[in-house]
């Protein structure tokens, strides 16, 4: 005999998820749909015309899919930094030290799972004086 998952998923997903937590920011808003001691969950809208920081992280690592939307994407690879264009469906493997930026071409949602490490952006440039002045001896 079948055992019929679908009448179940409702039940058992309940118990799973928490309330999603809109977090507005000055480019668009995070809505954060999934936090674990594990993983982070998030979809992250950003307005057209509007970037994100350029930013590494010390120890988050992260993957990003364009959901909807076109973004240009900034990353560094092998010491240099390159633009490409990304759109529905293009997906991208963030890894620690990574340094990288979004800006969107048009209102763009970006789904973001991640290591829970929140907190852990060094933002080198920011559009809205989120800047971090650089370490000095």
Do not use: C
Not at 62 to 89: A, C, H, K, N, P
Not at 93 to 103: A, C, K, N
């Amino acid at each position: 005999m079948q055992r019929d998952f679908h009448h179940e998923l409702p039940r058992q997903a309940a118990k799973m998820t928490e309330t999603p937590t809109r977090v507005d920011k000055p480019w668009g808003y995070e809505l954060r749909w999934a936090r674990t001691d594990r993983y982070v969950g998030k979809v992250i809208h950003v307005d057209a015309g509007h970037a994100l920081s350029l930013q590494y992280h010390n120890v988050k690592d992260e993957t990003l899919l364009v959901w909807s939307g076109r973004i240009l994407f900034e990353i560094e690879e092998e010491g240099r930094r390159v633009t490409r264009q990304m759109g529905q469906g293009d997906s991208v493997h963030i890894t620690p030290g990574t340094i990288h930026r979004m800006t969107a071409i048009e209102d763009s949602d970006i789904f973001e799972v991640s290591t829970p490490e929140l907190e852990d952006v060094v933002r080198l440039e920011d559009r809205y004086g989120r800047a971090q002045p650089p370490e000095r001896d």
